[in-house]
DNA sequence: CTCATTTGACCCGC
DNA sequence: GCGGGTCAAATGAG
């Protein structure tokens, strides 16, 4: 029981701590740069990461797990609106909580839900962003009422990294070019320390599969990154990586949320310390062998997913070396960054 | 060869 | 029995 407390309120910090963060770096954007839609942006994933925090906060309290009251009454939407954005036209992602009539089964309790929604235009197929830097595999499409071939996903991690967070994606009745994604579960994997809360705008893995990998590689290689630097300056490095991707999210959030640090300190100041959980963070780094030892004791029942895990497991090793993104411009080595890293390859806010 | 997706079968709650 | 959700063998892509 406390440890589930626990986990949640850990969730709680993180959300939180990530929303205090962007904040942070919103107000630093507006006072050195001129208005974008990097600035809308950012203040979404901050009422997001917020309305997170409350959807936990709010589940949590229907469980009982965790004794706090959301500071809204009602609908958090209602005062903290995603789409409150002027422009969110563009932007057209709504975030709404259901959490009082999805939950049927009271097993299904177990797990935080909420709802967004993403737009699909032709032109770029997804309006605001397309990826939140979660890598998640397809493991079910079913027609059913009321939904025309919802998509499972979960957690490509879900094994190694013993992440439980899944999304569902299927077409909105009202509008064909929206898309509702329902997310269960937070993310309990590295994934989440260095994506963007907001999860993937799951269409995009519909319409356009190919980031996966890339995720992966970038996931493995920050991976990589923070185990290295985390022992000289309790700092981690989040280079700007671009991606031939279709959509720009993970390029873009790769650069809005540089994980902090060196490229921070540059950014926004040496004070900025951009913590993201780090009980959550320390205790997932070093988690996959034992989640593999887990998981045989558990026994495993899919080999082929077995035998990935352990893909994976070599692989975050081994990516910095043979990922492409490894020989990139910059520096593995974090004592070697330059303070004047050119964070702004490729334009970083411009 | 590896890994993600597909898709029918299966499980489970109502 | 029905329907939503998940599993896992088959398949395909890179």
């Not at 590295?190 to 356009?208: F, H, K, T």
């Not at 996966?212 to 920050?222: G, P, S, V």
């Not at 997932?284 to 998981?295: H, I, P, R, W």
């Amino acid at each position: 029981m406390e440890s589930t407390s626990t986990w949640e309120q850990q969730m709680l910090i993180n959300e939180l701590t990530q929303g205090m963060e962007r904040a942070k770096q919103l107000r630093f954007y507006l006072c050195t740069t001129s208005p974008s839609e990097a600035h809308d942006l950012l203040l979404q994933r901050i009422l997001s990461s917020y309305e997170k925090a409350l959807s936990i906060l709010k589940w949590s309290g229907s469980t009982g797990q965790l004794q706090l009251a959301a500071p809204t009454s009602g609908a958090p939407e209602s005062s903290i609106s995603v789409d409150g954005s002027p422009r969110s036209e563009e932007l057209n992602k709504t975030f709404r909580e259901q959490q009082e009539h999805r939950d049927t089964s009271k097993k299904r309790k177990m797990l935080p839900l909420w709802t967004e929604q993403v737009r699909v235009t032709s032109e770029n197929g997804l309006e605001g962003h397309n990826d939140d830097g979660y890598s998640w595999r397809k493991y079910g499409q079913k027609d059913i009422l009321g939904a025309k071939y919802p998509s499972y996903y979960r957690c490509t991690y879900r094994h190694v990294q013993n992440c439980w967070a899944t999304k569902q994606v299927q077409r909105s009745d009202d509008d064909p070019t929206v898309f509702e994604i329902t997310y269960k579960g937070s993310h309990t994997c590295n994934q989440s320390n260095n994506a963007v809360q907001p999860p993937a705008s799951p269409e995009n893995q519909e319409l356009n599969h190919k980031p996966q990998q890339q995720n992966q590689m970038l996931f493995d290689l920050r991976a990589k990154l923070r185990v290295n630097t985390e022992g000289l300056d309790n700092k981690e490095i989040t280079p700007h990586f671009s991606f031939p991707s279709t959509f720009a999210s993970v390029d873009f959030e790769s650069r809005i949320f540089p994980i902090s640090t060196l490229a921070d300190d540059v950014h926004l100041g040496a004070n900025s310390p951009l913590v993201v959980s780090p009980a959550l963070s320390e205790s997932n780094y070093f988690s996959a062998s034992s989640t593999y030892e887990m998981k045989r004791f558990r026994g495993v029942h899919n080999l082929q997913h077995l035998e990935s895990d352990i893909a994976e497991i070599v692989s975050a090793h081994a990516s910095t070396t043979n990922s492409p993104i490894g020989g990139m411009e910059f520096p593995i080595d974090p004592v070697e960054l330059d303070p004047n890293f050119p964070f702004n390859v490729q334009g970083f806010f411009t």
